[in-house]
């Protein structure tokens, strides 16, 4: 019996030893996955050829002649191939093993580049196929051909027949998909639609059989968040109302502006979430600037109110402490509690990250274990084993695409009964990527910005032009001049750090052959150019300092904080800035090589300007040529729409980027669905998934493709402990 374990060698065993060492196919599931990287279609004959094409044809060997090479050592085999009415050259030149076969009436077809020389067209060294007398070339059927990767020391044709075997003896192979399923939708079987990919009659086929594998992978994906949403849906947690005259109601009569309707409407949804004995699980998807915080705040409070806790988890130092510092200027009193003078139906917001002082650290862990501090804010060292809360009822995620579900269900754990969940992104993501990242979180948008919110202006400056550079430098002066603070963002830290980054940025483009496309350039550092402006003459006088990943947490938080107070003119920084951070005083910024960034990055980063009343001004600047970073930058000035930008972003990147880490690299990882463009497949996934789980939470019935889902969980947490 042959199936999917079975070794190669008991099927094709000639060729198996070479396609074991050369592309590591040992079994046959191994070739059976080994796709082929196109399809070509066979020339009936030989009319219309075209130098450099690749052509596979069925032609007769009219004659074939070997003899010495007149310059060289050794022996050519000139064939001359027909189909009737005209003629081409096929030449060998090592003939051993081919004057046997390729002898006058001999029938085959030949696959290969077509050269041309003088007024004869030839192919050398062609991959053939010596048919039985009289065929009229392959079945009938097969008018397609399927071209695979080169594997050393073997032909085309030999993977081909290799199949071929292996089809013929194929008896059955896993097929994750419930039969009713594929019925129902129409789609063939995984056999069918193995066969349909390696041996395809026609396009309609091969069509047919992709659209099997891609809704095979989005099955898997979206079953495994079915499941999630299943076994959320059973838990059972404390319902957390906030109480008359609390902490949120104070807090509510102080809030120094108006809510928006969005805000008000998201705030409602949450209150009656977090009223439910099963927990909250929502996204909340809103543009920077757009008022997420103060939306989790009130939830926080609500939570205290109820007499839980509630944690927020943030994905730099920079921004939890940031966080911690505007939480609790906007509590003022509210944020006493306990202390003198603190109001007492107060609470703590304590602080909590992995490079504080030993002491600092001892307290914000006794403040959460004692339920003292009714909110922590914090790194990831609140996922720590040696974090534990006194009662932790509400779980905030803030810019979630930093962190995984993992992290999330760690911090999850340490409630005493599951806490509810609020996930925030300012990413704007495509409705299916959502669907699949986030595919076990109810989801709000927050669409419009809070009133008085300034546009942002954005323009590509050519960073060698002397002129436009000086001129950049005195605007930011004016803006200095009118009262206000501008970022520089550079891709590299420089100085000792030299080559460190605190993001990677992108790598230096390169063409289809892996040439790069344009001479490597030393890339702007945060050292290098705050060298430059102190020397620059339109910014003397001006507070100058630096930010980055490297610098010690207390250095960080105190440049942070100068910044924030105004005393500080220009900051000269890496992308730390990018996520979070809130300076409605700044009004410009200026990313250097902003070629190197992501188009998405780059509308983050921008968004940390123009959020006070005054309009914001991005300046990007780039000595590339490149073409395609050049539209990529004026997209990203051309438009303030996040929606598109993140469209365009997830075009250009690879899939597996899309998901984040857990997908990348693993063998498992998507080799057919495409999320941006099968949305029309993901959404019917996403549909019988549901309806599978519903009938058969455990797939109890679905053996193969409950152990597809495991295999992806598995994936998932094992790329999750990779990244610690
Ligand atoms: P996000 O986290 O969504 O990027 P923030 O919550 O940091 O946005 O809000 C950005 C700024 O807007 C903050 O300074 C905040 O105080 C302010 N803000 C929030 N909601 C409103 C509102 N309804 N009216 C005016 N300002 C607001
Ligand atoms: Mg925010």
């Given at each position: ?221 979206q079953t495994v968040l079915a499941q999630r949403r299943h076994r959320q849906a059973q838990e059972k947690t404390l319902a957390r109302r906030p109480r008359e005259g609390g902490l949120l109601a104070a807090f509510d009569a102080?809030l120094?502006?108006?809510l928006t309707a969005g805000q008000r409407e998201v705030g409602e949804v949450l209150a009656e979430e977090m009223a439910r004995d099963t927990p909250m699980h929502r996204l909340l998807l809103g543009?920077?600037?757009s008022g997420k915080t103060v939306i989790a705040l009130r939830a926080m409070l609500a939570a205290v109110d109820a007499g839980g806790q509630a944690a927020l988890l943030a ?8 966080h911690?510092?505007?939480i609790?200027?906007?509590l003022?009193?509210l ?10 139906i107060?609470t703590?917001v ?18 959460a274990?004692?339920g003292?501090a009714g909110i922590v804010v914090g790194?990831?060292?609140l996922i720590?084993?040696?974090v534990s809360f006194f009662d932790l009822a509400l779980v905030v995620v803030d810019e979630q695409?930093?962190f995984g579900v993992e992290q999330r269900d760690a911090l999850r754990e340490k409630g005493n009964q599951p806490p509810h969940v609020l996930v925030m992104t300012?990413?704007?993501i495509?409705r299916?990527?959502a669907m699949t990242v986030f595919g076990d979180l109810e989801t709000s948008t927050l669409s419009e ?237 996403r549909e019988?998934a549901t309806a599978l789980v519903a009938a058969d939470p455990e ?26």
């Open positions: 019996m042959v199936d999917e374990s079975t070794n190669l060698r008991s099927v094709v065993s000639s060729a198996a030893p070479k396609l074991a060492a050369g592309r590591d196919l040992h079994t046959v599931g191994d070739l059976l996955r080994f796709w082929p990287r196109r399809y070509t279609s066979f020339d009936a004959d030989l009319t219309s050829l075209h130098e450099g094409e690749y052509v596979v044809v069925v032609a007769d060997v009219r004659d074939a002649v070997t003899r010495p090479m007149r310059n060289r050592r050794g022996r050519i085999l000139t064939a001359t191939i027909t189909d009737g009415t005209n003629d081409m050259e096929v030449t060998f030149f090592k003939p051993y093993g081919h004057e046997g076969r390729l002898v006058p009436g001999a029938r085959a077809i030949f696959a290969g580049k077509v050269g041309r020389y003088g007024r004869t067209w030839q192919l050398t060294h062609p991959d053939y196929q010596i048919l039985p007398p009289d065929s009229d070339g392959l079945d009938a059927r097969r008018r397609l051909l399927p071209i695979y990767l080169q594997v050393p020391k073997v032909q085309n044709w030999t993977v081909i027949d290799s199949l071929n075997l292996v089809f013929d003896q194929l008896d059955s192979v896993v097929d994750v998909v419930p039969a009713d399923l594929a019925a129902a939708r129409g789609l063939p079987s995984r056999l069918e639609a193995l066969r349909g990919i390696h041996q395809p009659s026609g396009w309609p086929e091969v069509e047919r059989a992709r659209k099997r594998l891609r809704y095979e992978e989005a099955l898997v994906l102080r120094p502006f108006e543009e920077v600037g994905p730099t130092e920079v921004l939890a402490a940031q911690h510092r505007s609790t200027a906007m003022g009193d944020a006493e509690g306990g202390m003198l003078g603190g109001s007492d107060g703590r304590t602080l909590l990250t992995g490079s504080q002082s030993t002491a600092a650290r001892k307290q914000a862990l006794l403040d274990a004692s003292d790194t990831h060292a720590q084993q040696n695409h930093r300012a990413t704007p495509p299916t990527v910005l809070p009133r008085g919110r300034s546009p942002i202006a954005t323009h590509v400056v050519p960073g060698d032009n002397a002129r436009w550079v000086e001129r950049t430098w005195e605007r930011i002066a004016e803006e200095v001049r009118a009262g206000r603070q501008a970022y520089v963002v550079c891709p590299r830290i420089g100085g000792d750090d030299k080559g460190v980054e605190d993001e990677p940025f992108l790598p230096q483009e390169v063409d289809e052959e892996g040439n790069p496309v344009e001479a490597p350039r030393e890339l702007a550092s945060v050292y290098a150019v705050e060298a430059t402006l102190r020397e620059t003459p339109a910014l003397a006088g001006l507070t100058i300092e630096v930010l980055h990943g490297r610098m010690p947490p207390e250095a960080k938080d105190a440049v942070m904080a100068r910044f924030n107070r105004g005393e500080v003119d220009l900051l000269v920084s890496t992308t730390v800035i990018e996520v979070g951070v809130d300076v409605p005083n700044a009004t410009v910024m200026v990313v250097m090589d902003a070629d190197r960034f992501g188009v998405s990055q780059l509308h983050q980063l921008r968004g940390r300007v123009g959020r006070g009343q005054h309009a914001g001004l991005c300046l990007l600047f780039t000595s590339t040529d490149a073409e395609s970073a050049l539209v990529r930058l004026q997209a990203v000035a051309g438009t303030t729409d996040g929606f598109e930008l993140a469209r365009l972003d997830l075009e250009q990147r690879r899939e597996g980027d899309v998901l984040g880490a857990r997908q990348s690299g693993g063998r498992n990882s998507l080799e057919w669905l495409s999320i941006l463009r099968d949305e029309a497949l993901v959404d019917q996934a019988d797939l109890a019935a679905h053996p193969d493709l409950a152990a597809a889902v495991a295999e992806q969980v598995d994936e998932q947490q094992a790329a999750f402990l990779e990244r610690g």
